[in-house]
C-alpha cells in the first residue's frame, strides 16, 4: 500500500497549461502502476490516463488524448501529469491512483490507492 498526496493544481484559463504532481509514500513505488483520473461536479469519477509500470505502456482518454501527458519520476516517487490547451471541459477535481497490477486500467475499482484530489477550475 501507498500513500498519494496530489498538488499543483489550481485556477487556469482556458488555454493554459498546469502540472500535476503526485507524491507516494511506501516502499517499491516503482513496481506500481499509475493512473490518473478526474470527476467533474455531477458526473462519474472518469479515467484520464495509466502507465504501466511493467512495461511502460501509457493510455489516454480521447478527451485529453494529445494534450495531456503522464510521466514519474521513481526516484522521487513521484508521478506527474502534464496538461496542456486546457478547455472549460477539464474543469474537475484530479485524482492520481495506484496499483500493484501489471497494466493500467480505465476502471477506478481497479486501483486500491488513491489520493485526496486536487482541484483544476478552468475559467474562460
Known amino acids: 500500500q501507498v500513500q498519494l498526496v496530489e498538488s499543483g493544481g489550481g485556477l487556469v484559463q482556458a488555454g493554459g497549461s498546469l502540472r500535476l504532481s503526485c507524491a507516494a509514500s511506501?516502499?517499491?513505488?516503482?513496481?506500481?502502476?499509475v493512473g490518473w483520473f478526474r470527476q467533474a461536479p455531477g458526473k462519474e469519477r472518469e479515467f484520464v490516463t495509466g502507465?504501466?509500470?511493467?512495461?511502460?505502456?501509457?493510455s489516454y482518454a480521447d478527451s485529453v488524448k494529445g494534450r495531456f501527458t503522464i510521466s514519474r519520476d521513481n526516484a522521487k516517487n513521484t508521478v506527474y501529469l502534464q496538461m496542456n490547451s486546457l478547455t472549460l471541459e477539464d474543469t474537475a477535481v484530479y485524482y492520481c491512483?495506484?496499483?500493484?497490477?501489471?497494466?493500467?486500467?480505465?476502471?477506478?475499482?481497479?486501483?486500491?490507492?488513491w489520493g485526496q484530489g486536487t482541484q483544476v477550475p478552468v475559467s474562460s
Open positions: 491512483a495506484a496499483d500493484r497490477r501489471l497494466y493500467y486500467d480505465t476502471g477506478p475499482n481497479e486501483y486500491g490507492d
Open positions: 502507465l504501466s509500470w511493467y512495461n511502460g505502456g501509457a
Open positions: 511506501g516502499r517499491s513505488f516503482s513496481s506500481y502502476t
